[in-house]
């Protein structure tokens, strides 16, 4: 699949803030879709994003998590693992399909809607340079990390 062209989104996030893409301009913008919070490979993304947070930084890097959990439950997740980066609520799917991260999954043999686990890379003008779709958690924040240093 290609990707799709992302015009500017703006989703309520932690730390009663609101994220806008296009606030971001001058930085490099990671943008990853994980299920739910609390989960075993959500927690796991989130912990290695966290781990790397100071070299994203380094490289002019900003990181921030979609779901369509709540706020009040990304609130919760995030100061359990002790997120340095915001988590935006997705309640409504809107980025969630407007990314085309939105998939028929089999959950214990039933065929469920879910959020395909997907980070998106955008450069400091705003374009979309690097996506992954239907990723595996473990390593993946290294890989982004090593991709978003060649920026």
């Known amino acids: 699949m290609s990707d799709p062209v992302i015009s500017d989104f703006e989703l309520p ?3 009663n803030t609101t994220f806008k893409l296009s606030a ?4 490099n913008v990671v943008v990853y879709f994980y299920p739910k919070d609390n989960t075993s490979g ?13 070299d994203f930084s380094k ?12 706020l009040k439950s990304h609130e919760s997740f995030k ?18 399909e407007q990314f085309g991260v939105m ?4 959950m214990y043999g039933k ?3 879910g959020v395909e686990r ?9 374009k979309l340079v690097k996506s992954w779709r239907g990723l595996k958690a473990p390593g993946h924040a290294a890989e982004v990390l090593a991709f978003v240093q060649t920026l």
């Not at 959500?42 to 100071?54: A, I, K, P, S, V």
């Not at 490289?59 to 709540?70: P, Q």
């Open 118 to 126: 997907s980070t998106f890379v955008f450069d400091v003008n705003g």
């Open 103 to 106: 998939k028929l999954k089999n």
């Open 24 to 27: 971001h301009r001058g930085q």
């Open 59 to 70: 490289a002019n890097t900003l990181v921030v998590g979609i779901s369509r959990d709540t």
């Open 111 to 113: 065929q469920v809607r």
């Open 42 to 54: 959500c927690t796991l993304e989130g912990q290695e994003f966290r781990d790397l947070y100071g």
């Open 13 to 15: 996030a932690t730390g």
């Open 79 to 96: 100061a359990e693992y002790q997120f340095p980066f915001e988590l935006l609520a997705d309640t409504e799917e809107t980025a969630c």
